[in-house]
């Protein structure tokens, strides 16, 4: 879950992005319009949490110009997050496709809880909760459980196992989760998914009760799986 925080101010940027990676989710930041517009271009989010008042292109631009792609990108969603309250600026954003409008100052909880109300919306699910064995994720309070009992994860540990739990039976590149894990500006490479594979994995292989098990496909990546049970 991959998300673009547009905000200019640094420091109400700083306290946004650091409260949604602590919900375990990937953000991604940009400070001015140009620099959204130029990311959504180029890149696929889950979500866009977009101020109005930004340098060198308009919020309401930005959205515009996304809208006007058409295509998956076009459909991104998009939360305004913006001083600019006004009747007549709300109806003009929710006009141009905006999926949802929060006005300045806002409660960190109330904009939590319309986060994830809209990425469920995105995939079509009020409510879901995936399963492998007796692993479980419920993307609602977006925890995993084990063998009934939370499994205590890191925020990219979270965030591979999240990805592959998402695609039963699919099995995810390293490149691709490279791009669910980590944003444009983090400081690292590939080789960093081999690492968050092998906590992952070794967390899951410390109840071989529990049904689930990472599998390596050479030349093709990761695939969450059922674990075969023991032999007797």
Request: some cysteine; glycine content about 8%; hydrophobic content about 45%.
């Amino acid at each position: 879950m991959r998300i673009l925080l547009v905000e200019d101010h640094v420091e109400l940027s700083h306290w946004v992005s650091k409260a949604l990676r602590d919900a375990n989710l990937t953000v991604e930041c940009a400070s001015t319009g140009a620099d959204a517009d130029a990311l959504l271009h180029t890149q696929d989010y889950a979500l866009v949490i977009l101020d109005l008042t930004l340098p060198r292109m308009d919020g309401l631009d930005v959205l515009r110009r996304l809208r006007a792609r058409g295509g998956a990108r076009g459909r991104t969603p998009v939360m305004i997050l913006t001083a600019r309250g006004g009747l007549e600026e709300r109806v003009q954003g929710l006009n141009l496709g905006a999926d949802d409008y929060l006005a300045k100052p806002f409660e960190l909880a109330e904009l939590e809880a319309r986060v994830k109300a809209l990425l469920r919306r995105s995939v079509g699910n009020e409510a879901v909760v995936h399963r492998c064995g007796q692993l479980s994720f419920d993307t609602v309070a977006r925890m995993f459980t084990y063998c009934g009992e939370p499994l205590a994860l890191t925020p990219r540990e979270h965030a591979v196992l999240e990805a592959l739990i998402s695609r039963p039976g699919r099995a995810l590149s390293k490149e691709k989760l490279f791009d669910e894990v980590f944003a444009l500006d983090d400081d690292a490479n590939l080789d960093a998914i081999e690492l968050y594979i092998h906590r992952v994995r070794k967390k899951l292989d410390k109840r071989p009760d529990g049904g689930a098990a990472i599998a390596t496909l050479r030349g093709i990546g990761y695939l969450l799986q059922e674990r075969p049970p023991a032999a007797s």
